[in-house]
């Protein structure tokens, strides 16, 4: 009677297997603003989020999910240099409960949600991973060399003077002036140029015939426009993002009125009915 009773329950664990949900896929983007980690399925997946602390640590239960594929889909994710997340693992929490654990190397704000499935994505859930206090984007803008004190007075940067050797003939004033190119005009403040690479991280936008991805595209072009403006003098540019991650679209505007920025360039490579068309469209916000 005994062994009938373990042979049926045995029996009955073995049939409800198949029915737990099989992840297929588990990404996790790090990025100085925020670390995003997503876990894609055929089915919307329920889910817990708890925070604790001392030490810092986020925990994530996922019901009725194929254990081996999450652990699977988690390992070897956490980059050492993911300035959030420290450490993961994976384990069975109680029946029907998968648990997922990461280590935080400081104190978090995270948010967690879900996203409907678009082009070859499933249903994603979505978690990002915020530090308490936001980056404030003008630092960075700021981290540029300025000119050594030396250099500003008319020194070379090895400290040599560039004035002229004592006893060589100088010419006077007025040639001096005359030889010289008419100076440009002079610029007394910063011009802060935003520089927005479309789409990112889960969101590829537009693909190629070849299969290259909008996202990729863009922040290539971004990366090769803001060091065409760094070098310019009295102008710098600061990117939304310099990775592949997603940025909503009120957090990019965010950042372009954190900085005040003059000028928000946002830069897209869309797709067209006609593979043969080339060229570029700009669109400018106007008032008019």
């Known amino acids: 009677m005994v062994l009938g009773v373990l042979l049926i329950l045995s029996n009955s664990l073995f049939a409800a297997e198949p029915s737990s949900e099989s992840i297929r896929a588990i990404r996790i983007w790090p990025a100085p603003d925020y670390t995003r980690v997503t876990v894609e399925s055929d089915e919307p997946l329920q889910h817990r989020l708890i925070l604790l602390r001392n030490p810092e640590r986020l925990v994530l239960d996922l019901e009725d999910v194929d254990f081996p594929s999450v652990q699977q889909g988690f ?3 956490v980059s050492s240099s993911d300035p959030y997340i420290g450490n993961l693992r994976v ?5 029907g409960v998968v648990r997922v654990v990461l280590d935080l190397k400081t104190e978090v704000k995270p948010q967690i949600f879900t996203l409907a499935p678009i082009g070859e994505y499933g249903h994603r859930l979505v978690l990002d991973i915020y530090p308490i206090e936001p980056l404030d984007p003008l630092l960075a803008l700021l981290q540029k060399p300025e000119p050594k004190m030396g250099q ?3 020194k070379s940067a090895d400290g040599e003077s560039s004035e002229e050797p004592k006893g060589e003939a100088r010419p006077n004033n007025k040639q001096s002036r005359s030889a010289k190119e008419p100076a440009g005009p002079v610029v007394n403040r910063l011009v802060t140029i935003v520089v927005d690479p479309g789409h ?3 969101d590829p936008g537009a693909r190629g015939r070849r299969g290259t991805r909008e996202k990729h595209v863009t922040l290539t072009i971004a990366r090769k426009l803001k060091s065409l403006i760094d070098v310019e003098p009295n102008m ?4 939304t993002r310099d990775g592949d991650f997603l940025i909503p679209l009120e957090g990019r505007v965010e950042k372009a009125r954190r900085v005040k920025a003059d000028l928000f360039v946002s830069i897209h490579a869309d797709a067209f009915v006609k593979p043969h068309v080339r060229g570029s469209s700009v669109f400018a916000l106007s008032e008019h």
């Open 152 to 154: 500003a007075f008319g």
């Open 75 to 77: 390992a070897g994710k």
């Open 91 to 95: 384990g069975r929490f109680k029946p």
């Open 236 to 239: 710098r540019a600061l990117l």
């Open 200 to 202: 990112g991280g889960e």
